[in-house]
């Protein structure tokens, strides 16, 4: 049986959250997840949702899942779709399921109007790499993130400031 | 007089977009603009909004915005604020409004309870990134930014991608 692709539904929640330990396991980040599933449920879900999600499901097995939201760019005035996580288990890999999420993405960015579909990646991942380039995606060499978080967020939101 | 910050207003889009046309002439960007003063309206101000912006004021003259969005981590459950515009008009630089600017989006960030507070930098632009490593940033070295957009979108969306 195929697998099939479908929007993250309220009861989907705690298969979700397996999913997304499942995915820092397989990181080795387990150590930095604190989030709970009825905060998943409440961006999901809730009034004012930031995220969406689509499950695949090998029949009523869930094997992998694609999350993301929408950025936006200036210049062109509209929104894009952000990829920020997609996982296939283990198990499941090399069926095409993890194109098929990424296929996914790219019609709801479609449908939508979107500018850009994007995500980010380890430099060093090169397996990973060329697999999205062969989906048509570029890699942008000269951008890097910065990040304010913690202790420092805090710091620089007291900070003295003041505009001249 | 001091310069104030203010949440951009309906009636500012006007101003915002004459900025963001300002920005992209600094960058020598002009011809990437494609968005319209009606299109920034309906996303900072139509039923629902993607994003938020602010004006940095110089008595009469708006002479800065900021322009952000929440973007999301899995892992920690929780919005991060992700900054996507910062642009102080050349005559107005050496005031500390960028840093003004900033420091009223980390506030925000702090105020929601957002995990992070993120933003990008050209990896070449070092008197940016001492700048913004002053304020407690920290930049991600691995990270790149995949894209895919125009033409090469609507293929991915239209691609065969059937998961077996």
Known sequence: MSVRISPARPEDCATLMRLVLA??????????????EEQLRRELFGVHPVIEA?????????????????????????????????????EARGRGIGKALI??????????????????????????????????????PDWRICRVSGAALMRLAESDARAT
């Open 54 to 90: 689509v499950l695949a499901w090998d029949d009523e097995v869930a094997v992998g899942f694609a999350l993301y939201f929408h950025n936006y760019s200036t210049f062109l005035a509209r929104r894009g779709l952000y990829l920020e996580d997609l996982f296939v288990v283990p």
């Open 23 to 36: 995915l820092a396991e397989y990181e080795q980040l387990s150590h930095l997840v604190v989030g709970s």
């Open 103 to 140: 296929r996914h993405c790219a019609q709801v960015a479609c449908m939508r109007h979107c500018g850009r579909f994007e995500w980010a990646v380890l430099d060093w991942n090169e397996p990973a790499i060329a697999f999205y380039r062969s989906l048509g995606a570029e890699l942008l």
